[in-house]
């Protein structure tokens, strides 16, 4: 029989984004291997409806249950708002989301009370960033605000461009107009922006990753289950990080790789297609 803890954890996002997640889980679990799901074929998730973000992210997770995932990370934020109450019930394995973690952080880092939250349309409109900070510090205020020019520019590949500053700078004014004192980058590419938006806020204004809460939390659920892979099978410090972990994505495999080299500590060099529809 198969030993659980020696399984990989199957994390997926609409796109190339989620890699900013999957990093996080790499650098914070090194024993853990990852299979990772981006559904380049339907992003962005961000505008489209509750009802087909919950049909996608059902279907990922069947696909990843294929692979005999031992739990499962919606590295997006957008099916974390839209689908992970709806899917979690109908999974029977650990299935965590990245907002959770991220609004709790958040409530408990401000000390004015007052929190930014920024992510795609359909994040801000569910309002569970803000129903989840309310739920661990119901004094606070949350201020949210979609930025939906920030995705391309980051795939795009403008990072530091004045462009994308110019953008930034439209997007947060109203938010520094608040007075906040946290901000969550509630969206998986605003983590690439940490520079500009750093630069705009200031250093009086913490901004929180998702991501980073996200991969704390899987290891202490990994662990309280008792399925945190030990390392002493060696699959993961014996074999050349590249080889350990494996990516899958429903379209434009090569664009898909590059983009992840340039995110990832190692090169990624292959990149399988599938066909999500199927599952
Ligand atoms: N991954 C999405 C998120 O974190 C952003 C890209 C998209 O809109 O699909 O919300």
């Known amino acids: 029989m198969k030993d659980i803890r020696y399984a990989p954890i199957g994390v997926f996002d609409s796109g190339v984004g989620g890699l900013t997640v999957a990093r996080e889980i790499m650098r914070q679990l090194p024993d853990e291997r990852i299979v990772y799901f981006g559904d380049t074929a339907r992003v962005p998730y ?22 005999d995932v031992k739990a499962v ?12 109450e709806t899917l979690q019930p109908e999974v029977d394995l650990p299935i965590i989301g990245v907002v959770t973690p991220g609004a709790k952080v958040a409530a408990e880092t401000t000390a004015n009370g007052k929190i930014g939250v920024i992510a795609t349309e359909s994040t801000i409109e ?3 960033y803000t129903r989840v900070i309310h739920e661990h510090n119901p004094r606070a205020q949350v201020f949210g605000k ?3 020019l920030f995705v391309p520019l980051v795939e795009e590949g403008w990072i530091k461009d004045p462009v994308t500053v110019e953008v930034a700078n439209r997007y ?6 608040t007075g906040i004192d946290t901000l969550v980058m509630g969206c998986t590419h605003y983590p690439l922006l940490r520079s500009v938006l750093r630069q705009i806020m200031g250093e009086r204004v913490t901004l929180v990753n998702p991501a980073y809460e996200t991969a704390r939390e899987l ?11 030990d390392g002493c099978r060696g699959d993961a410090k014996d074999t050349a990080q590249v080889g350990m972990h494996r990516f899958y994505v429903s379209d434009a495999a090569n664009r898909f790789r590059q983009f ?4 990832l500590p190692f ?3 292959t990149t399988q297609l599938i066909h999500i529809e199927d599952y």
């Not at 961000?46 to 692979?67: E, W």
């Open 219 to 229: 290891k202490s659920l990994l662990e309280a289950e008792g399925i945190a892979n």
């Open 267 to 269: 090169g990624v060099d």
């Open 126 to 128: 569910s309002q569970l």
């Open 46 to 67: 961000g505008s489209k409806s509750q009802d087909t973000i919950i049909r996608f992210s059902r279907q990922i997770v069947h696909f990843l249950r294929t692979k």
């Open 260 to 263: 992840a080299n340039t995110i």
């Open 73 to 84: 990370v919606v590295a997006c934020n957008t099916a974390s708002a839209l689908a992970l």
């Open 146 to 148: 979609a930025c939906p």
């Open 172 to 177: 947060l004014e109203p938010l520094l107009a």
